[in-house]
């Protein structure tokens, strides 16, 4: 199972940038898929999350109102689209992939995001 992110970049306070994670090497319907992020020094957080059918998300507060996670299972594929970005949304931002037993097991190589005040 491999996921391949994608979409980060240096973007101006107040901007957007959409993220996007494809999965390959295993349908992606049928698990929760997520977004973490790591700021330098920091430890990684969780961002966001989609259940297996797109019909739940679930949020970190930080990003709450801001960052909207969507997928697309024909196209086997998550998307991170963040708006409003702020200085303290730079990290390097992980897609995830749950395994059977509901842990994440699966991990992206990461995309850097910085925002510039």
């Known amino acids: 199972v491999q996921l391949q992110a994608s979409g980060g970049g240096l973007v101006q306070a107040g901007g957007s940038l959409r993220l996007s994670c494809a999965v390959s090497?295993?349908?992606?319907?049928?698990?929760?898929m997520g977004w973490f992020r790591q700021a330098p020094g920091k430890e990684r957080e969780f961002v966001a999350a989609?259940?297996?059918?797109?019909?739940?998300?679930y949020y970190a507060d930080s990003v709450k109102g801001r960052f909207n996670i969507s997928r697309d299972n024909v196209k086997n594929t998550v998307y991170l689209q963040m708006n409003s970005l702020q200085p303290d949304d730079t990290a390097v931002y992980y897609c995830?992939?749950?395994?059977?037993?509901?842990?994440?097991?699966?991990w992206g190589q990461g995309t850097q995001v910085t925002v510039s005040s």
């Open positions: 995830a992939g749950e395994g059977p037993l509901g842990n994440y097991d699966y």
């Open positions: 090497g295993r349908t992606l319907s049928g698990y929760t």
């Open positions: 989609v259940s297996s059918s797109g019909a739940r998300t």
